[in-house]
């Protein structure tokens, strides 16, 4: 199995994953026109399209993909108006190109945001970003914290394909926040180098997360202090969700 990140509107990333067979799935597509050119670059063609949420920008594409492959459409409830034509939700799993994904409930970025793990890739959508977390529209902290500890729970080796290029913003904010962490400095001047030649910080490893995200990192000491974040026991949702509210201001 292969990976292709097609970049697309501002940001996004649309994800391709395609066998020898010349066969694909798509997730998240946000618009039609890059990814029909994609698939007529590799002569790939589609056998169903993989929704982590109903956001416009990961599902603008869907209606026009449609007319030119007609092919089941998998998401979460809250992408059945958007084009979803087979509802999944978590301990869902489904086969496809002979590989098989596990649903996860991922709710805060929205409430019935779901990922798509098979491994090694996670589809991420907008819950864990390289260095980051995505904004919470519909959810609480409480709830994107506990989707982010079900990430945390993958194997290390997990390629983690988020649906946004915002790692060096990202990096800038942990970095300002914790400038003596050397693995983040290091990082932020290696992606900075990456991204002037325009090349995806995608996918990510859970491992290296565990080192640069600090939405991983509530468990922190030196995170908690620079905060002002000293949850009891069990609580370090709050911690989350203090740093959350700083990136939210940063």
Not at 84 to 110: K, N, V, Y
Not at 175 to 191: C, K
């Amino acid at each position: 199995m292969n990976l292709i990140s097609i970049p697309a509107l501002a940001d996004n990333y649309i994800w391709l994953l395609h066998n020898d067979d010349s066969q694909c799935l798509v997730v998240d597509p946000g618009e039609a026109a890059p990814v029909l050119q994609a698939l007529a670059d590799r002569h790939l063609t589609p056998v169903a399209i993989l929704l982590t949420h109903h956001h416009h920008d990961h599902v603008g594409g869907v209606a026009e993909l449609l007319r030119h492959f007609p092919v089941p459409v998998y998401g979460p409830e809250e992408t059945r108006a958007k084009g979803a034509t087979r509802i999944i939700s978590e301990g869902d799993t489904l086969t496809l190109l002979g590989h098989t994904f596990s649903i996860m409930a991922l709710p805060g970025h929205t409430l019935g945001h779901i990922g798509f793990y098979g491994a090694p890739w996670l589809f991420s959508g907008d819950t864990v970003f390289s260095a980051g977390c995505g904004r919470l529209f519909e959810g609480t902290p409480k709830q994107m914290y506990a989707s982010f500890q079900k990430v945390n729970q993958l194997p290390p080796d997990t390629l983690i394909c988020a649906a946004h290029e915002y790692t060096s913003s990202n990096l800038d904010f942990a970095a300002a926040l914790l400038p003596q962490d050397s693995v983040i400095t290091g990082y932020q001047r290696e992606i900075k180098e990456l991204r002037l030649k325009n090349q995806p910080s995608l996918p990510t490893t859970l491992h290296l997360e565990r080192q640069i995200n600090l939405f991983l990192r509530c468990h922190d000491i030196d995170l908690q202090n620079k905060l002002n974040a000293h949850p009891a026991s069990g609580e370090e949702w709050r911690v989350f969700a203090a740093l959350r509210e700083k990136k939210d201001h940063f």
